[in-house]
């Protein structure tokens, strides 16, 4: 492969991991084990060469499934965050404060389950990673960042929202592999 085309073909693969990872997180129950697949994808690409496709993607993501506390999760988090927002929006006594507490602290367990999915190897128990959250906090100001940013994006172009999620998983792995 010439040396001009091969960091398009990067990109190129990196859209489709995150296409691929988009399409699974529609479900929400599988948002994680989804990202964990994308990051299991990206390392493979990145340390290999090996290329994403699809059938690997499903091979990955029923690995990922395979642990009860993967769907669990996602679940919870959900249903905390619904019902927060609602009791804000209810009129819960002190809501102007709690409201942004509310949402920093949904905005860091995100991040959190982020770096988690990132890490995930085949094999992995998700409740010993979860135990185990990274203390690199340079590593989560980065991930910030790269939140902001796809935030940013997405405001902006509404049709990003396709592959956002595969460039979070892309930051997350680059963050771990710094």
């Known amino acids: 492969m010439s040396p001009w085309v091969r960091p398009l073909a990067l990109l190129a693969e990196v859209l489709l991991i995150g296409v691929l990872v988009t399409v699974a997180s529609l479900p929400v129950l599988t948002a994680l084990p989804a990202a ?20 690997r993607f499903v091979v990955l993501l029923g690995q990922a499934l395979r642990d009860p506390v993967a769907v669990v999760v996602p679940v919870v988090v959900l249903a905390v965050g619904v019902m927060d927002v609602l009791a804000v929006l209810g009129g819960l006594p002190g809501a102007s404060v709690l409201g942004p507490v509310i949402g920093l602290a949904l905005a860091g367990l995100v991040l959190v389950l982020l770096r988690t ?32 940013i796809a935030v940013l994006v ?20 680059a963050v771990e592999r710094r």
């Open 154 to 173: 997405v405001a902006q172009a509404p049709a990003f929202v396709i592959i956002v999620p595969g460039l979070l998983v892309f930051a997350a792995v």
């Open 117 to 148: 999915a990132a890490r995930w190897s085949p094999g992995d128990r998700w409740a010993v990673s979860l135990a185990d959250p990274s203390r690199d906090w340079v590593g989560y100001a980065y991930l910030v960042v790269a939140l902001v």
């Open 36 to 55: 964990a697949a994308g990051a299991v994808l990206l390392r493979e690409l990145v340390d290999g060469g090996r290329t994403p496709t699809v059938r």
